[in-house]
């Protein structure tokens, strides 16, 4: 079993920057893959990006390569998303979630909000 807690959402304006963190707790981090996901205000959940286990692959949907950043700590079981040049339509509750690979994810955190104001 895995325990997710995601931290460091907020409120910030058009073109900020915010870090998303996901702790874990449990079985050692370093086994799973890790994603983030966001869901908008009457919208459905949809895959940010996510990083495998071991060689640390990333994959980021297209929305937001090249503003979004993830990583991960093993050592400290936190994986990061760093956001940049923040735009209103990346308003969401922003989920990480965390799975035997990056297309099957079997734990998830409950949400942190980000709000983007233009």
């Known amino acids: 079993q895995v325990q997710l807690v995601e931290s460091g959402g907020g409120l910030v304006q058009t073109g900020g920057s915010l870090r998303l963190s996901c702790a874990a707790s449990?079985?050692?981090?370093?086994?799973?893959?890790v994603g983030w996901f966001r869901q908008a205000p009457g919208k459905e959940r949809e895959f940010v990006v996510g990083i495998s286990m071991g060689s640390g692959s990333t994959f980021y949907a297209d929305s937001v390569k090249g503003r979004f950043t993830i990583s991960r700590d093993n050592a400290k079981n936190t994986v990061y998303l760093q956001m940049n040049s923040l735009k209103p339509e990346d308003t969401a509750v922003y989920y990480c979630a965390a799975g035997p690979h990056l297309s099957q994810y079997d734990y998830w955190g409950q949400g942190t909000q980000v709000t983007v104001s233009s």
């Open positions: 449990g079985r050692t981090f370093s086994s799973y893959a």
